[in-house]
């Protein structure tokens, strides 16, 4: 299962046009967003921001240059809005972290893109113990002793299971990857 690559997007419409880069490139912008904003529903809030800012801004995207580049800076952005708007005490990152981040953001390539793909597809293949802890430590950001309480078992017992499950999905992973080459 290699990766394939997105044919040229074909129209007139300039809306369409960049909303249909924006899903062609939506796992690059969300994996940004998120290096930057590790409060997951905020940088999910923030992505659905970066989406309609560039339906809006559409005409500004002019064909032939660097759609990413361009919707990376909407989103570092958004990112250092959301940020400002947040109790000073309580942020993660400084705002020149952010930008020195930003511009330091690597190139993504196939080799990414199939290893989030085989991470997705590992997830499902988890107990559904194992796969409800793992969502509830990435996905909600909760920390083990969180957990704990909501699924009432001991901080050890949700130690054990995210350690064994982190061990899973990467061999999963690097099985995927092995039968790939």
């Known amino acids: 299962m ?10 007139r419409d300039p809306v369409l046009r960049v909303q249909t880069l924006f899903v062609q490139h ?6 940004f967003v998120f290096s930057l904003m590790p409060d997951f529903s905020q940088a999910d ?9 560039v339906t809006a801004k559409a005409s500004d ?16 952005f958004r990112v250092l809005k959301s940020l400002n708007a947040m ?11 952010i930008e020195q981040l930003a511009e330091e953001c690597p190139e993504f390539d196939g080799e990414q893109d199939r ?27 909760l920390k083990p002793a969180a957990i704990a ?12 299971l995210l350690s064994r499950s982190r061990v899973a999905l990467r061999a999963c992973v690097e099985r995927g990857l092995a ?3």
Not at 45 to 53: C, G, H, P, S, Y
Not at 149 to 160: A, D, F, M, Q, T
């Open 2 to 11: 290699g990766h394939v690559p997105m044919a040229p997007v074909k129209t």
């Open 26 to 31: 939506m796992m690059q912008i969300r994996a």
């Open 45 to 53: 809030d923030i992505l659905q921001d970066v989406f309609l800012t």
């Open 61 to 76: 995207f002019q064909e032939g240059t660097n759609f990413r580049a361009w919707v990376f800076a909407i989103a570092r």
């Open 87 to 97: 109790d000073k005490a309580f942020l993660p990152l400084s705002e020149e972290v």
């Open 115 to 141: 290893r989030i793909g085989l991470l997705q597809s590992c997830l499902k293949k988890l107990a559904p113990q194992a796969r409800r802890v793992i969502e509830m430590r990435y996905y909600e950001a």
């Open 149 to 160: 309480e909501r699924l009432e078992v001991s901080v050890n017992g949700v130690s054990v």
């Open 179 to 181: 039968q790939g080459r």
